[in-house]
């Protein structure tokens, strides 16, 4: 059925107008950014395919490449694209509304702020919130991508960066793309490392994330820092 073919009250963009975004299904909104379909099915018809696919699930939609989402009739790079860059909007969106608390008082407020940043990566990176007395944010910093080991988080960046935020503590973090959040033997020697390094300039870590699309591991929370 073409959008054309229904009641303008059900077209998906009369819908907002008359009724509100709220009023939107997920293939209905996703089907305005995709502005059209196909000679052989509508948009609300292509969004609900793609969205299928992904058992309905934003997160997961985000990960695909253009290329993933070029393997759907009607879907030419130009609506990958656009369909790519939506969904970066609203990360970002996430992001500044979890950077708009000034101060970090739990493990939950610190994963509000990594997820949107690493929670739906395919490869690891490591990341650390520099913090002020008071826990206010300071800043943040990506030290490394594409594994955790000793040699690919060099803890002289880490401190370097601490002096040059003026902090006092710190969180590390990085993401388990496999969505484990159990943390390795690696995961566990860094961390101790850290914390002995952070003790020589005065620099407490407070806390070590392992972060995924929907869940967190705290080494302070589960005793283990």
Known sequence: MK???????????EKLLTHGKQSLSDAELLAIILGSGSKTESSIHLAQRIL????????????????DLCKFNGIGKVKAI????????????????????????SSQDAFNILQPIIGDHTIEEFWVIFLSRSNQVLGKEKISQGGITGTTVDFRIIFKHALEFNAVSLIISHNHP??????SNSDIQITHEIKAAGKILNISLMDHLIVTQ????????????
């Open 214 to 225: 929907t869940s967190y591991y705290s080494f302070a929370d589960e005793g283990t820092l």
């Open 3 to 13: 959008i054309k073919s229904l009641a303008e009250n059900e077209r998906p963009r």
């Open 82 to 105: 656009e369909i790519i860059a939506s969904l970066e909007i609203g990360r970002r969106k996430s992001l500044q509304e979890a950077l708009k608390k000034e101060k970090i008082t």
């Open 178 to 183: 496999s969505g484990n959040v159990k943390p």
């Open 52 to 67: 299928f696919s992904v058992n309905y699930n934003w997160n997961e939609l985000a990960k695909l490449s253009i290329h």
